[in-house]
């Protein structure tokens, strides 16, 4: 999926979420009606400035109009090494940088590249699940909520393991 279509996503649903039309939208921010659903349906690409004004008359953040949820900003606003972890991971994988059978991939699943981390499994273990998502995600009853399941229960493993380490080697892991 593009950003213009993670980001025209977010905005819909942000938008709905305010019990608002895309006319309502539009009149709120002065955008034209039709560039408003040229955002949405992910044909056009707003800008920073615009990203602005629009998040601003819906009362969100940039960050959950690029990300979807707040929680979902990768580097900014997570607020434990876990969850940066995992939605660094999983935008990787979005981008097609890791996943999708690419050779880095099978290195990390023939264990021929280690990140070196307590917690390489549960990465393998998220690369390989966000595979089996791809390619199974219709036979899923409720998609997004087993891929918001499955970030969150990697987020906490690896916390759960940086905790652990944190009580053997305080001063390399607190």
């Known amino acids: 999926m593009s950003d213009a279509n993670l980001i025209g996503n977010n905005i ?18 002065g955008i034209a009606n ?7 349906r992910g044909k056009k690409a707003p800008g920073l ?3 602005a004004i629009i998040a601003s008359a819906l009362e969100v953040s940039l960050d959950q109009l690029y990300y979807g949820d707040e929680n979902e900003a990768f580097i900014n606003k997570a607020t434990d090494v876990g969850t940066k972890v995992v939605n660094s991971i ?6 097609g940088v890791i996943g ?3 050779k880095l991939t099978r290195m990390v699943n023939e264990n021929k590249m280690v990140f070196n981390t307590p917690y390489d499994a ?19 009853a409720d998609p997004d909520v087993y891929l918001d399941q499955l970030k969150k229960s990697c987020a906490k493993e690896i916390n759960n393991s940086l905790d652990l380490l944190s009580k053997i080697a305080p001063k390399n892991f607190g």
């Open 34 to 40: 039709t560039v408003i659903s040229a955002y949405e």
């Open 49 to 51: 400035e615009t990203l």
């Open 90 to 95: 999983y935008m990787l994988w979005i981008l």
């Open 122 to 140: 549960t990465i393998k273990r998220l690369i390989n699940a966000l595979e089996e998502y791809a390619s199974r995600k219709e036979t899923f």
């Open 100 to 102: 999708h059978g690419n």
């Open 12 to 29: 819909r649903s942000a938008r709905k979420n305010k019990n608002w039309a895309q006319t309502d939208l539009a009149r709120a921010t």
